[in-house]
């Protein structure tokens, strides 16, 4: 069945350096990536998603980027901070009959002050 | 708005008993999903709903059942229920397949 796979599981940084998460999928049809961020004992939240007509989008210290070719996209954190500490999840929907979106296996983002 | 509400926020089961899980929504959101996180893990959908009166199947529907009679509520009903049942469950809606909004979660242990 189509999945998304995400790498790596868990990634433990200094404050300020930067956080990159990758993520492939296997539906070449998909044409919308979001990325959720889990705060401990919550629900996952938005936090910055891109459509396949574009190859990147920032939103201040997040970035997103999208190779469709190779189907793979990935999130990019700069300048981390200890709130930034979470599990991230990628994400992509589906091209069923009912656009489905499925979700990676998550990343344990941990910053180390 | 409320967002997404769901209830109960904890729940302790004894094996075979049965319950619903409720969700409701506030944002007139046409989709709406359950999911279930088990513990260090991700999030597998259980099942998944477009529309009032519309629903289908998710990645592990097994043991569960729903019903979608207003665009507001998707309640998910646990039968006979069993220890693998044991997790944290999301329900979450959005505007067609995009943004997901997720409820606080019911944590939901079978002993």
């Known amino acids: 069945g189509e999945n998304v796979e995400q790498h790596p599981s868990t990634l433990s940084v200094q404050e300020g350096d930067s956080a990159v998460i990758k993520c492939t999928y296997s539906d070449s049809a998909s044409n919308y990536f979001p990325w959720y961020k889990q705060e401990l004992g919550k629900g996952p939240q938005l936090i910055i998603d891109?459509?396949?007509?574009?190859g990147e989008k920032k939103d201040q210290r997040i970035a997103v980027t999208l190779n469709k070719t190779a189907k793979h996209f990935s999130l990019h954190i700069t300048e981390t901070q200890p709130e930034d500490s979470a599990v991230y999840f990628c994400a992509a929907k589906l091209r069923t009959s009912y656009d489905k979106v499925i979700f990676g296996p998550g990343t344990s983002l941990s910053v180390i002050p | 708005n409320a967002g997404v509400t769901q209830t109960p926020k904890f729940r302790i089961l004894k094996i075979g008993q049965s319950m619903t899980l409720q969700c409701a929504q506030d944002?007139?959101?046409?989709?709406m999903y359950w999911y279930r996180q088990d513990p260090g893990m991700g999030l597998k959908l259980i099942y998944y709903s477009v529309g009032a009166g519309i629903t289908d199947k998710g990645e592990v529907p097994n043991g569960y059942n729903v019903s979608r009679s207003t665009t507001e509520d998707f309640p998910l009903r646990l039968e006979l229920a069993a220890p693998s049942q044991t997790s944290v469950y999301f329900c979450?809606?959005?505007?067609?397949?995009?943004?997901?909004?997720f409820g606080p979660g019911t944590r939901l242990t079978v002993t």
């Open positions: 944002m007139n959101h046409n989709y």
């Open positions: 979450a809606s959005s505007y067609v397949a995009n943004e997901q909004y």
């Open positions: 891109i459509r396949s007509n574009v």
